[in-house]
């Protein structure tokens, strides 16, 4: 009786859990999404190398040296901030919210992604400029990244957050 029970709660508390592991999944894939489409901006748009905006997130760690040339350092530095910060932020307020509100559809996701992701721009608006000017005396990203396309950055990324209900579906 008492491993039937325990089993029971297990189980319970797995089906619980799900949505918000599957928001922190579709937001680690959401900001790898953001990621690629900046990638292509910066190649494509702003004749950068596509490394380069990876390179100035890395910035936040190395500063300035970050950005002449490529900059393996950074570029990894860059990749682990972005994914285990406000990709990883951001995918779990998603679950919980989509845990909260019974979020199961492309629709229901979509709306819910595109709110979090004009919401999340409080990245680039607040915390990074505090961060940068407290660490290295300028705001590196801003200054780097023009805020027309870092928008259109974290609408693509919100718009990602409708791959959701795919992912939790393959959780079950």
Known sequence: ?????NNKIRSQSATLDKPIIAGILT???AGLIMAVVVMLVFAVFLGKSPLYPVQVIGSMVFGESALPN??????IAGLILHQAGPS??????????A?????QTTNQSLKLG??????????????????MNTLHGVDIWNREVPLFWDSAAHIVFGFSFSLYPYIAKKLN
């Open 1 to 5: 009786m008492e491993v039937t029970l």
């Open 27 to 29: 937001g680690q894939a």
């Open 70 to 75: 490529f900059q393996l350092g950074a570029l």
């Open 88 to 97: 990883l932020l951001w995918g779990f307020v998603f679950g919980f919210l």
């Open 99 to 103: 845990k909260k509100f019974a979020i």
């Open 114 to 131: 595109l709110a979090l992701g004009i919401i999340s721009m409080i990245g680039p608006y607040v915390l990074i400029p505090f961060l």
